[in-house]
């Protein structure tokens, strides 16, 4: 790991001001970086991924670690704020479960113990290559993903190139379906960004990078509104390890369904498969109006990868999803799949 200086600000503004002045350059990977529970960015510095000159601990600041508003209002969500506080939160479990769900799918009860709601949406990718510490790939600066026609059996199937990442976060597909915004402070002010417009395709931005926060900036709150969507939403995630692992393949889905059994409305988003939480609105347009029989299930999970451009190695990830997004949709409204 390289030698870097530890700071502990007190409040949001002289955080950013550290981050912002440690004159590094726009180098996502040299740059000062905060530090909440610090599961990914210590393993990332101790693989030298990152190497920060200046690491600036974020848990010395009060008020970021709350959960407030009801049923009505929806949620207002800490950046700080443990996996484990949202998962045994009482008003997520009774009007969110899918988000209770999500928090409970990740890791262990130890690191959600310590893993954050902020540090759990900006976690850098999975990908071996890009986490071995001799490997220069095109996420590193290199030429080339090597994922793509090397080992790439946990990479995208959908919108990859030029680099083959899946996003890692499980709270994210699920807060994207439930229309979340985050807020973010910087040393040029405060913004807020809907969460589905945070994260950044590799072929659409810095490839460097994963998500648009600039390297003085960080997430200070998540924003979920209340709605009828919300309370009757749900997570499943595939594991290869049950005991604790990154999704091979997963699906948040909230479903209105009207008095007469057919779709008011609906949000299907699927995590492990793209280099973003994935969104498909044709899913979502074509349920409108259906009732949820078993054929229109399986259409909906015909449709959901019907964009998917597998590797060589993962094609796998094509009925995985399907089925999991039939399984969740039929969860969600409460049918049978």
């Given at each position: 790991?390289?030698?870097f200086?530890?700071?502990?600000?007190?409040?949001?503004?002289?955080?950013?001001?550290?981050?912002?002045?440690?004159?590094?350059?726009?180098?996502?990977?040299?740059?000062?970086?905060?530090?909440?529970?610090?599961?990914?960015?210590?393993t990332?510095?101790?693989?030298?991924?990152?190497?920060?000159?200046?690491?600036?601990?974020?848990?010395?600041?009060?008020?970021?670690?709350?959960?407030?508003?009801?049923?009505?209002?929806?949620?207002?969500?800490?950046?700080?704020?443990?996996?484990?506080?949202?998962e045994?939160?009482?008003?997520?479990?009774?009007?969110?479960?899918?988000?209770?769900?999500a928090?409970?799918?990740?890791?262990?009860?130890?690191?959600?113990?310590?893993?954050?709601?902020?540090?759990?949406?900006?976690?850098?990718?999975?990908?071996?290559?890009?986490?071995?510490?001799?490997?220069?790939?095109?996420?590193?600066?290199?030429?080339?993903?090597?994922?793509?026609?090397?080992?790439n059996?946990?990479?995208?199937?959908?919108?990859?190139?030029?680099?083959?990442?899946?996003?890692?976060?499980?709270?994210?597909?699920?807060?994207?379906?439930?229309?979340?915004?985050?807020?973010?402070?910087?040393?040029?002010?405060?913004?807020?960004?809907?969460l589905?417009?945070?994260?950044?395709l590799?072929?659409?931005?810095?490839?460097?990078?994963?998500?648009?926060?600039?390297?003085?900036?960080?997430?200070?709150e998540?924003?979920?509104?209340?709605?009828?969507?919300?309370a009757?939403?749900?997570?499943?995630?595939?594991?290869?390890?049950?005991?604790?692992?990154?999704?091979?393949?997963?699906?948040?889905?909230?479903?209105e369904?009207?008095?007469?059994?057919?779709?008011?409305?609906?949000?299907?988003?699927?995590?492990?498969?793209?280099?973003?939480?994935?969104?498909?609105?044709?899913?979502?347009?074509?349920?409108?109006g259906?009732?949820?029989?078993?054929?229109?299930?399986?259409?909906?999970g015909?449709?959901?990868?019907?964009?998917?451009?597998?590797?060589?190695?993962?094609?796998?990830?094509?009925?995985?999803?399907?089925?999991?997004?039939?399984?969740?949709?039929?969860?969600?409204?409460?049918?049978?799949?």
């Open positions: 790991m390289k030698t200086e530890w700071t502990n600000p007190e409040s949001v503004r002289e955080a950013v001001q550290m981050l912002g002045s440690a004159g590094a350059s726009g180098d996502i990977d040299e740059a000062a970086r905060p530090i909440a529970g610090g599961q990914d960015l210590l990332t510095m101790k693989d030298y991924t990152t190497r920060p000159s200046r690491v600036v601990n974020l848990k010395s600041i009060r008020g970021l670690d709350r959960i407030t508003g009801d049923a009505r209002k929806g949620l207002t969500i800490g950046a700080l704020v443990t996996l484990t506080q949202l045994e939160h009482p008003l997520v479990h009774a009007s969110f479960p899918g988000l209770a769900e928090a409970h799918s990740i890791a262990t009860p130890q690191i959600r113990n310590l893993g954050t709601v902020g540090g759990n949406l900006c976690q850098r990718p999975r990908c071996w290559y890009f986490r071995l510490e001799d490997v220069v790939c095109i996420k590193k600066g290199g030429s080339e993903c090597y994922a793509a026609t090397g080992e059996k946990y990479n995208a199937i959908i919108a990859g190139g030029p680099s083959y990442i899946v996003h890692p976060s499980d709270l994210a597909p699920m807060l994207v379906a439930l229309g979340a915004r985050v807020s973010v402070t910087g040393t040029e002010g405060k913004r807020v960004i809907p589905e417009k945070f994260f950044i590799p072929s659409e931005g810095n490839i460097r990078r994963e998500n648009v926060l600039k390297n003085d900036e960080i997430i200070t998540i924003q979920v509104p209340a709605s009828p969507l919300a009757h939403s749900t997570y499943l995630k595939f594991k290869e390890r049950e005991s604790l692992d990154f999704a091979l393949s997963s699906v948040a889905a909230a479903v369904v009207q008095p007469n059994k057919t779709v008011k409305d609906a949000r299907i988003v699927l995590g492990g498969v793209a280099p973003i939480p994935w969104r498909v609105p044709a899913v979502e347009k074509f349920l409108i259906k009732t949820l029989s078993a054929e229109v299930l399986a259409e909906a015909r449709l959901a990868v019907a964009d998917a451009k597998p590797l060589e190695k993962n094609a796998y990830k094509v009925p995985l999803t399907q089925t999991l997004v039939r399984r969740a949709l039929a969860k969600a409204a409460g049918v049978q799949a």
